[in-house]
């Protein structure tokens, strides 16, 4: 019995002790300290390179000096406070404060600094009131920290020496807080944490090219300047638009402010805002209207070799203008806002889809885009959605048709050259009422297909789409008496003044 006892014992105390290190159940603080872990650095050329940023996500005037900063091991066994924030000014809204370990880079400027390592492997932190613990602002688990270590939902992925944890942004530049650490944080490279929510009124910012917008610090406030390379609406959304660098071609996407879509393509502009990811590719989220400072000729579409295969083969050129030359395959899909999606398949096998927006809808002949058809498209390269990156997708701002090559037997090039055109078995004939074409030569095999594709007739006016060597071309509609042959006249094929209603093509 006495055996028994102890063991009961025991095992009461072993309960007892297992209570004691599960942390107590988080409750969210008031409402009106609306404070926010925005990023953690667990890391970098050194393990002290670390630091974690406050935000502060309310109204404005945050109290911040009730609050702590703890730190709390993978397993959760283990939670010790990192600094505490007594003395600190309330924060304005969208101000940060940066905390930081003492022996790393990053101490300089940080209101309060720790010695003790945070585990990159895995962890959480929590900002939490000093008099009362169980009511937190914040807290963010990451890495292979379990469910005891007090994160919200599951954890953030695990930083790297090069990389920081940073919390997601929406499109109006606000923190995301689903609490959920794995959906509201990703990582982004590593970079000195922001002190400022943005520079005060009387500093001028320093525009950048988009060259250096790419490597400007995601979250960070930026003023770019360049030539418009894509106009709003034609990335199909009516506040995107692109920029590039005027020595170097590279580009740079811009979200506009609402209403800031009479851009058109060459106009020098210079836009303030935030650098995010968004859908994936680097953006300049405006916060100021662009400021059109004279106009430039855009530089020349260039000239692009398909990359091997992979997820992420085309980020080279990613903002770019670039030009590709292949063969539109399979059917047109509808997306969504009236752009539509080919697939353009290019030499060796690979592919890249195409997007047309509806203003360049109007400006592309619609037999371009059937199937079968060589054609070469310029455009800018942008992501695909998807959180973890969709492919990628170019969006056209022409598309001509790949004359035919002369045959020599051997493979074409894609860059500078053209794919040859897949004919059907059976060549179609022209319907009446069709535009004609006459040929030197008279007409080939490829020729009724050719014609069908590439002639397009608008409110009166012809457009012809890549053909070489036309010597004729006649409208439908004729003036004049003509002589008409008997074989016509006798099939009806005649108008009301018993003309023919154009030249036959036979």
């Known amino acids: 019995m006495a055996s028994a006892a102890h063991l009961r014992a025991g095992a009461l105390g072993i309960t007892i002790l297992a209570l004691t290190l599960l942390p107590p159940s988080l409750t969210r603080a008031a409402s009106t300290d609306a404070l926010l872990i925005s990023s953690i650095a667990t890391g970098g050329s050194s393990a002290s390179d670390e630091y974690v940023v406050i935000e502060a996500v309310g109204a404005g005037g945050t109290a911040i000096a009730d609050y702590e900063l703890v730190y709390t091991t993978a397993s959760g066994t283990t939670t010790r406070r990192l600094v505490s924030l007594e003395g600190a000014a309330p924060l304005a809204a969208g101000a940060r404060l940066v905390t930081a370990n003492s022996l790393g880079s990053f101490s300089t400027g940080a209101f309060a600094t720790w010695s003790e390592g945070l585990a990159a492997t895995g962890g959480a932190v929590r900002l939490r009131l000093r008099a009362t613990p169980t009511l937190i602002a914040d807290a963010v688990a990451w890495g292979s920290a379990t469910p005891s270590a007090g994160g919200f939902g599951a954890p953030a992925p695990a930083a790297s020496a090069t990389t920081a944890i ?15 650490n794995s959906v509201d944080f990703a990582l982004v490279p590593l970079a000195p944490p922001i002190s ?12 950048l090219t988009p060259t250096e917008i790419r490597t400007t610090p995601l979250n960070s406030a930026a003023t770019l300047r360049g030539v418009v390379s894509a106009a709003p609406g034609e990335l199909a959304e009516e506040r995107l638009y692109c920029v590039e660098d005027a020595a170097t071609g590279v580009g740079v996407f811009v979200f506009a402010q609402s209403g800031d879509v009479d851009l058109v393509r060459g106009d020098v502009v210079t836009i303030t805002g935030t650098v995010i990811l968004r859908r994936q590719a680097i953006t300049l989220v405006a916060t100021t209207s662009a400021q059109v400072d004279g106009s430039a000729e855009p530089r020349a579409a260039l000239a692009v070799v398909p990359p091997a295969p992979g997820p992420w083969a085309w980020e080279a050129w990613e903002g770019r203008v670039i030009q590709v030359a292949g063969t539109v395959s399979g059917a047109i899909k509808d997306l969504a806002g009236g752009s539509r999606s080919l697939t353009l398949r290019l030499r060796g096998g690979g592919e890249l889809l195409v997007g047309v927006a509806p203003g360049a809808l109007d400006e592309i002949p619609e037999g371009l885009l ?8 310029r455009g800018v390269l942008h992501q695909r959605a998807g959180a973890a990156g969709g492919g990628y997708r170019l969006w056209a701002l022409s598309v001509a048709a790949s004359p035919l090559p002369a045959s020599t037997g051997g493979s074409t090039s894609v860059v500078g050259g053209q794919l040859p055109l897949e004919l059907p078995p059976l060549v179609p004939q022209l ?20 014609v069908s594709q590439t002639l397009d007739v608008r409110g009166g006016s012809l457009a012809l789409a890549g053909l070489t060597g036309v010597g004729l071309v006649v409208l439908p509609s004729c003036e004049g008496a003509q002589a008409v042959p008997e074989g016509i006249r006798a099939g009806g094929r005649v108008d009301r003044a018993g003309r023919a209603p154009y030249p036959q093509p036979w």
Do not use: C, F, H
Request: no cysteine.
């Open 431 to 450: 319907e009446v009422g069709t535009p004609s074409i006459a040929t030197p030569g008279g007409p080939q095999a490829w020729w009724a297909p050719q």
């Open 196 to 207: 400022e929510a943005s520079p005060s009124p009387s500093e001028e910012p320093q525009p």
């Open 166 to 180: 940073e919390r997601r942004r929406g499109v109006d530049l606000a923190l995301i807080n689903t609490q959920n």
């Open 370 to 377: 059937a199937p079968k058809r060589a054609v070469t498209v």
